[in-house]
């Protein structure tokens, strides 16, 4: 096996090519992660691997804009392994093919689980997680998500109470695994 090979193969961290979001080969470290056979990735919408098509479309937009700016995109949300349980992910993407972010691209994937536990969430909970997450107001994810200043305020409120935090500031940092 050639080194390169050797590298993208044996790589500490979960790594896939994707073409128009299709899985076209991924090392060990993925198919760990998500408990499958790198093998039967292949040819696989990485679409599978989103706790719903909602999150997997709207992820999707996102990444695009992104890329479509820089080439390059990045977040921190919650997929899902062969089993049906869910777990929190970094995922980093670089497209090859500029003009079309998408067409072909090499995506990194980190697991999170240890430095960051899931709690049940509604996909819209989840929705509002990643975008207070990114530092935005409750004015900003309303804007976004076609939601009142009030409702996106009652769902943080949910948030709070799940995640057992007393103020915004703490449940930032239990929502992104950092230490208290």
């Known amino acids: 096996m050639e080194l ?4 993208f193969e044996h790589a500490p961290i979960g790594l896939a090519i994707l073409e ?4 076209r080969r991924c090392n060990r470290a993925f198919g760990e992660m998500f408990l499958e056979d790198p093998a039967k990735c292949e040819g696989v919408s990485l ?8 999150d997997f479309h709207m992820i999707g937009e996102r990444g695009l804009a992104s890329m479509r700016r820089t ?3 990045n977040d921190e949300r919650i997929m899902q392994r062969r089993d049906g349980t869910f777990f929190w992910c970094r995922a980093r993407g670089q497209s090859l093919t500029p003009d079309q972010p998408f067409q072909r691209g090499i995506w990194t994937f980190a697991d999170l689980s240890d430095e960051r ?3 049940e969430l509604t996909q819209r909970e989840r929705e509002v997680a990643i975008l207070t997450c990114r530092g935005m107001t409750s004015k ?3 804007l976004e998500l076609d939601l009142s200043y009030r409702t996106v305020e009652e769902y ?3 948030l709070l109470r799940k995640f057992g935090a007393r103020k915004l ?4 940092a239990k929502l992104s695994g950092m230490p208290l």
Do not use: H, Q, T
């Open 140 to 142: 900003e994810i309303g």
């Open 47 to 54: 679409g599978e691997f989103y706790p719903s098509e909602k």
């Open 169 to 172: 500031a703490e449940l930032v």
């Open 117 to 119: 536990p899931v709690v």
């Open 71 to 73: 080439g390059r995109y």
């Open 156 to 158: 943080r409120a949910r």
């Open 4 to 7: 390169d090979a050797l590298a």
């Open 20 to 23: 128009n979001r299709i899985i």
